[in-house]
């Protein structure tokens, strides 16, 4: 009897605190850890495909997390339990939305453990997800932003990998006392597949957590996308993708910014598609931000922009005024790349895009993009709700903020000192002194850059917004540059005309 009574104890005692062993072992990584981690009982409910347990490292259940199965939306209980109704042959994943009160996980840098696979065929999924409570409150971070690495081949990759990626290795190591996270805005690769495995492994070791937005060259051409795929059990063109970086729609909080990443890519096979949202992911943001405060700050990932005035608004994303509905009640910044040029649009009071710089520039043809800005990535710094930010010329030190054209170096411009402001908005002020007196403010224009020009060999067609020009006297000697960035920080060069 005695056998059987201490038997018995051990095995109440193992019940009630392996689970809780692990999770102190658990770092919170991983999906497949986090399903061994709780033993607990959720029973099913009539009508729910998706259930699961959102639990802290200490196995404490964490309430209120939003969870998605990418149509419906819910929030845990008191315990933790979240149910969902997913069509399990249309929505491919459950996610969470990581509250900020928690850390963003990661694998090797990659983010991960705030999505799960579901399985079609499975009466029930279960997955639960375990977050790690911060030790104290995020004030400050950094956020980067990096716009089509698209890599063709290896030599393309080559240069990304000993190009882009050494530069964001020594930026990060310079800033290693803050907390950074990095996104890729989308044409990871061009239409490569194959090499997917070795872009993941050049971005995991950066020292930050990168996040991934799916770009119109991050699909497989051979199929349409699930949207256009009439039976969803078949292959469809975003399924590669999210095999190594997950669903292409989700959402995290850190500090106080609500982050937003979405497809902008209504893609067909054999490379056809229109930049624009499905209503389905219209309805789909519209309750992410639900859950979110009116007024809140939001930065919302796109592969293609919303709303460029230049290049005749080719690559705008169709029906961006309502996405703008929607945003309308909160201080967003739009993160977009798609067109290998930069352009900044203030589009209302409170939303700001930002279309950056490719860090292959002009399809790894140069140094430059389409608009002469360097190849590069941007720079967001967030403290509490403010937020700067810089663009990182790759090479450069991060003080590169504008190119200087001599008289005579720009072809179009015949006696003009130019300037090429890349980062350029209207808070921004171009001034310039010749043989150190004042002139003034330097007159805008539009042209096609000369950068890009002789890189190229001949015109292309495309002109950017952010030139200035100035005409200096036939005695001047030296000319100096002062440019003025909306947050009062002010960039000079000086140039010999001698």
Known sequence: MKRIILSTFISVALVIFVPFISCQACTGLNNT?????SSANIPDKKGMTVKGLVLTTQNEPVEGVVVTDGTHFTVTNKRGIYYLPAD?????FVSISTPSAYEIASDNGI??????????????????????KRVAVLNEFTYIAISDPQVKNTIQLDRFQKETVPDLKNYIAQHSGKEIYGVALGDLVWDAMGLFPAYKTSVSSLGLTMFHT??????????????????????????????????????FNVGNVHVITLKSIDYFKKKKYTEQFTDDQLEWLKKDLSYVKSGSLVFLNLHAPTSNRSDSSAANIRNASELMKILKDYRVHIFAGHTHFYENEEVTSTIYEHNIGAACGAWWAGYVNRCGAP??????????????????????????????????????QVGFVVVNVWDWDSKYKVKWYEDEKLKGTMEQFSDEDQDYITMTGKPKGYQTRHLFRATPSSVAKNIKIEVTNRFGEVYTENISLE
């Open 33 to 37: 850890e986090a399903t061994e981690i």
């Open 88 to 92: 399990l042959a249309r929505n491919k």
């Open 111 to 132: 983010a991960s453990g705030f999505y799960a696979k579901l399985t079609y065929g499975k009466e029930v999924n279960q997955h639960n997800f375990i977050l790690k």
């Open 214 to 251: 799916i770009g119109n060259h991050d699909f497989d051409l051979t199929y349409n996308d699930l949207h256009n795929t009439e039976n969803p059990l078949d292959n469809y063109a975003e399924e590669n993708y999210e095999s190594f970086f997950g669903p292409t729609d989700y959402s």
């Open 375 to 412: 190849n590069g990535y941007l720079i967001v710094d967030v403290k509490n709700n403010d937020v700067k930010w810089h663009y990182k010329a790759t090479g450069h030190d991060i003080n590169y903020q504008f190119r200087i054209y001599k008289p005579g170096e720009f072809k179009s």
